[in-house]
């Protein structure tokens, strides 16, 4: 699976728009990026995934660059309840399928 | 449906003793993950299963770790003798096949704590 780089820690105030962003220059195109995101003491949550399209759901957009080597995620108005570490991930599926979490971004919104 | 059911949520034990963590994984998911995590080494994958059948136990650390799905509804992760290092949070997941375009299902977690 390919490998994603994440920022350590991001901050954002409550209200506006936090936009979280992952590389992963060695994806291969037939491995999905998602997004999973953990509130303390919680297990990870699904938050959003695609291949090559922008993808927009009811918590969050994903942004995937042309190239596919690097996403963002937003979420458009942070409340504080969105602070959490925020794993982007890059999987394939079939047999060889697997979730593999890197340390994410701890992302803390302040009033 | 209730999600993802583990058990027990805490777990304190002793040194050498056998440890069970349980999960039921959410009626109709046909994959189950058990990911193990702590502050020094984040989240692990131990053991993947697929329509009841271990796909991928690479990430199980040692002997002492067994995992088994004897059915669609029920999975078990048994460290035996536990170890003051096995120490951490077990969590459950569940989606609804391996592969592409799924969404994995956590549980709330097992907290052990092998003193």
């Known amino acids: 699976d390919a490998k994603t780089t994440q920022p350590t820690s991001m901050d954002c105030a409550e209200g506006r728009a936090a936009n979280l962003p992952c590389n992963h220059s060695?994806?291969?195109?037939?491995?999905?990026v998602y997004w999973y995101r953990q509130i303390h003491s919680q297990g990870p949550q699904y938050i959003i995934h695609?291949?090559?399209n922008n993808e927009t759901n009811e918590m969050a957009s994903l942004i995937i660059t042309e190239d596919r080597k690097s996403s963002t995620l937003i979420l458009p108005h942070a409340t504080l309840r969105d602070t959490a570490v925020y794993y982007c991930?890059?999987?394939?599926?079939?047999?060889?399928?697997?979730?593999?979490f890197g340390k994410g971004t701890l992302l803390t919104v302040n009033p | 449906d209730a999600g993802v059911i583990q058990s027990p949520r805490h777990e304190v034990t002793e040194m050498g003793q056998e440890v069970t963590l349980r999960c039921k994984p959410i009626?109709?998911?046909?994959?189950l993950f058990w990911y193990r995590q702590t502050m020094m080494r984040g989240l692990e994958l131990l053991i993947y299963?697929?329509?009841?059948?271990?796909?991928?136990d690479s990430g199980m650390p040692e002997d002492r770790f067994s995992a088994k799905m004897p059915n669609a509804s029920f999975s078990t992760l048994k460290i035996q003798p536990s170890e003051p290092r096995d120490s951490a949070v077990y969590f459950c997941?569940?989606?609804?096949?391996?592969?592409?375009?799924?969404?994995?299902?956590f549980g709330q977690g097992t907290r052990l704590t092998v003193v």
């Open positions: 299963f697929n329509n009841n059948v271990p796909i991928d």
């Open positions: 991930i890059v999987g394939s599926g079939g047999s060889n399928y697997k979730l593999t």
């Open positions: 997941a569940s989606t609804i096949r391996a592969g592409l375009d799924t969404e994995a299902f």
């Open positions: 009626s109709g998911h046909n994959s």
């Open positions: 060695t994806i291969s195109g037939n491995e999905y």
């Open positions: 695609g291949l090559k």
